[in-house]
């Protein structure tokens, strides 16, 4: 069951066997995100500072937010959600005051991950800056570089950009650490196909594996929407035999109701 997280609550139960076809890429951001939030004493062992800032580099509905709240839940690290865009459509100063206050929420309530989607919008390479921008990089800067290095706050960053996003940012002890997000291949969609239909009934037939193949160039989001239409479609199979009247669904109508191959291809 996906939830929408609130601002500063752990997303609820969302975990990594929601996010599929990343293989590796969930072992990368478990050593170095969970790690640093759970045992910055290792980091202190050796004497070097955990990782601060990652960034998630993907296109679009790739999975970048879905992780994000994976690690956080499975850390059990408050969560918090900048967007980009809607950051910087503010009036003068008011993108660096809350961008002030999610820092210092996090810091109070470490271990604590903060999830900038849409980093680019705004932190912009210096040459596509304009006024607002600036100041809310230099904001942006200061607050990282005032994170004290103990691991307890993590910032990700996710962006489609990779080189969109201002260098500063990029220096060490900043978003210092990258993560390639990809498309997924045959083999991944199989995965996340596997995980937006394991709720579902479905009927004799079904052939995900060939779904799987027939699907290139889908990313998550698109596999997800796929399942649900598969699904509504299924339910509009039975509608003429509901009486919204009735109380309840008699249990031969509820039997009926299981999604066929035809209804992933409609
Ligand atoms: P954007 O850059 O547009 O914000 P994103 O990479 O953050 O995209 P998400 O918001 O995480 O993408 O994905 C949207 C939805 O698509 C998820 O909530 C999930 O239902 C589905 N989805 C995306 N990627 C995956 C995946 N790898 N495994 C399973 N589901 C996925």
Same mark, same amino acid.
Do not use: C
């Given at each position: 069951?996906?939830?929408?997280?609130?601002?500063?609550?752990?997303?609820?139960?969302?975990?990594?066997?929601?996010?599929?076809?990343?293989?590796?890429?969930?072992?990368?951001?478990?050593?170095?995100?969970?790690?640093?939030?759970?045992?910055?004493?290792?980091?202190?062992?050796?004497?070097?500072?955990?990782?601060?800032?990652?960034?998630?580099?993907?296109?679009?509905?790739?999975?970048?937010?879905?992780?994000?709240?994976?690690?956080?839940?499975?850390?059990?690290?408050?969560?918090?959600?900048?967007?980009?865009?809607?950051?910087?459509?503010?009036?003068?100063?008011?993108?660096?005051?809350?961008?002030?206050?999610?820092?210092?929420? @996090?810091?109070?309530?470490?271990?604590?991950? /903060?999830?900038? +989607? %849409?980093?680019?919008?705004? &932190?912009?390479?210096? !040459? $596509?800056?304009?006024?607002?921008?600036?100041?809310?990089?230099?904001?942006?800067?200061?607050?990282?570089?005032?994170?004290?290095?103990?691991?307890?706050?993590?910032?990700?960053?996710?962006?489609?950009?990779?080189?969109?996003?201002?260098?500063?940012?990029?220096?060490?002890?900043?978003?210092?650490?990258?993560?390639?997000?990809?498309?997924?291949?045959?083999?991944?969609?199989?995965?996340?196909?596997?995980?937006?239909?394991?709720?579902?009934?479905?009927?004799?037939?079904?052939?995900?594996?060939?779904?799987?193949?027939?699907?290139?160039?889908?990313?998550?989001?698109?596999?997800?929407?796929?399942?649900?239409?598969?699904?509504?479609? @299924?339910?509009?199979?039975?509608?003429?035999? /509901?009486?919204? +009247? %009735?109380?309840?669904?008699? &249990?031969?109508?509820? !039997? $009926?109701?299981?999604?066929?191959?035809?209804?992933?291809?409609?």
């Amino acid at each position: 069951e996906y939830q929408e997280p609130t601002d500063g609550e752990p997303p609820v139960g969302i975990t990594y066997d929601d996010v599929g076809g990343l293989g590796d890429t969930v072992d990368q951001v478990r050593e170095m995100i969970e790690l640093p939030l759970k045992h910055p004493e290792l980091f202190s062992r050796l004497g070097i500072d955990p990782p601060k800032g990652v960034l998630l580099y993907g296109p679009p509905g790739t999975g970048k937010t879905l992780l994000a709240r994976a690690v956080a839940n499975e850390t059990n690290a408050h969560f918090s959600v900048i967007n980009g865009p809607e950051i910087m459509g503010r009036y003068y100063g008011e993108s660096e005051e809350r961008l002030r206050s999610v820092f210092e929420e @996090a810091s109070q309530n470490a271990p604590a991950i /903060i999830f900038i +989607d %849409e980093l680019d919008s705004i &932190a912009p390479a210096r !040459d $596509e800056t304009g006024e607002a921008e600036r100041r809310v990089v230099a904001q942006l800067l200061t607050l990282l570089d005032g994170l004290e290095a103990r691991g307890n706050v993590v910032v990700i960053g996710a962006t489609n950009r990779p080189d969109a996003i201002d260098e500063a940012l990029r220096r060490p002890g900043r978003f210092d650490r990258e993560i390639v997000i990809g498309v997924p291949d045959t083999a991944g969609r199989r995965e996340i196909i596997g995980i937006h239909t394991r709720g579902m009934p479905l009927a004799e037939g079904v052939d995900l594996e060939e779904l799987a193949r027939t699907t290139y160039g889908f990313v998550g989001a698109d596999l997800g929407a796929l399942a649900r239409e598969a699904a509504i479609s @299924a339910l509009r199979r039975i509608l003429p035999d /509901i009486d919204l +009247d %009735e109380d309840e669904i008699p &249990a031969d109508v509820l !039997d $009926e109701l299981v999604v066929r191959d035809g209804d992933f291809r409609d």
